[in-house]
């Protein structure tokens, strides 16, 4: 089943007074695959600015915003119509060597893979270890694929979600003390658990379709009306499979895929410098809609 949206995201940062603006980056645009085709774009930033479009060292679409004077107000608009097929993990057979945990990746995906299997972050006490080893049967053999289901429900139904305003992302060890975070947080903290346990994953950033925007009926969808993130782990014979903790969704067309990187820090959808009085900052909004066409 295929299906295309239309996307609007908007960013709007406000100052007291003009103030001058270096380079930002900008990574809104979906992400094409076999699965997911970009139909239509157009960017818009104010004031008038100079736009470069490159792609980062993981193939993502950036663009390299540049304003071209002092402004009260920068605001950046993006528009996306997309088409969209649907993927579930359940049709996705993997390969007879990677079915049952523990299994063991091929010399050559370990090449490419390594990256995303080392750890980022120290688990000092282990304690980020030995809850993802909780997932795993001890009365007989632990299913691969339902190892990751098992996590990735978990989260959601354990850990409670809470917006947070500060940059960055909180770390695993934090979000398994704290049992609250982000959906970047949530993102994290599976993604770490899951490559102590010899499994590549990396982080997601994207956007997420809600059918309650629409009119139609609800879901209990958190991340809607904003960018959203979660992981993907990559399973022989299946190959990249994605998991939203926060939802416990596993694929689906909800999920539109932006940027992919091994560590949240690589795909923040928006960064970028001004120069002004430390007070003039008044704040940013964010919106973003996501409609079926």
């Not at 060597?97 to 010399?107: I, K, L, M, T």
């Amino acid at each position: 089943m295929t299906v295309q949206y239309e996307i609007v995201h908007t960013t709007v940062y406000r100052y007291k007074q003009p103030v001058s603006f270096g380079e930002h980056r900008v990574m809104f645009r979906p992400r094409d695959s076999h699965d997911l085709r970009v139909l239509a774009t157009d960017l818009q930033v104010s004031p008038a600015s100079q736009i470069r479009m490159i792609q980062d060292p993981h193939s993502n679409s950036v663009a390299l915003v540049q304003p071209d004077g002092p402004a009260r107000e920068l605001e950046i608009v993006c528009r996306f119509t997309i088409e969209h097929a649907h993927t579930s993990n359940e049709e996705l057979p993997l390969a007879p060597s990677a079915e049952v945990f523990p299994f063991a990746y091929g010399v050559e995906e370990r090449f490419d893979l390594e990256q995303y299997l080392r750890p980022h972050y120290d688990d000092p006490g282990g304690h980020l270890t030995a809850w993802a080893r909780q997932f795993l049967r001890t009365d007989g053999l632990t299913g691969t694929r339902e190892l990751l289901f098992k996590m990735n429900q978990s989260i959601r139904d354990n850990f409670r979600y809470a917006a947070r305003d500060e940059e960055g992302t909180q770390a695993p060890q934090e979000t398994l003390k704290r049992s609250t975070g982000s959906c970047r947080d949530f993102a994290l903290l599976m993604m770490e658990a899951v490559r102590r346990l010899g499994v590549a994953t990396r982080f997601v950033s994207g956007y997420l379709y809600d059918p309650a925007l629409d009119g139609g009926e609800a879901d209990a969808t958190v991340g809607a009306g904003a960018t959203h993130a979660w992981l993907q782990a990559y399973l022989p014979g299946a190959g990249w499979v994605p998991f939203d903790p926060t939802n416990n969704l596993t694929g689906g067309n909800q999920l539109i895929r932006v940027g992919v990187a091994r560590d949240p820090s690589q795909a923040a959808p928006i960064s970028g410098s001004w120069y002004g009085e430390t007070d003039d900052y008044l704040g940013m909004s964010v919106n973003v809609a996501v409609h079926r066409r």
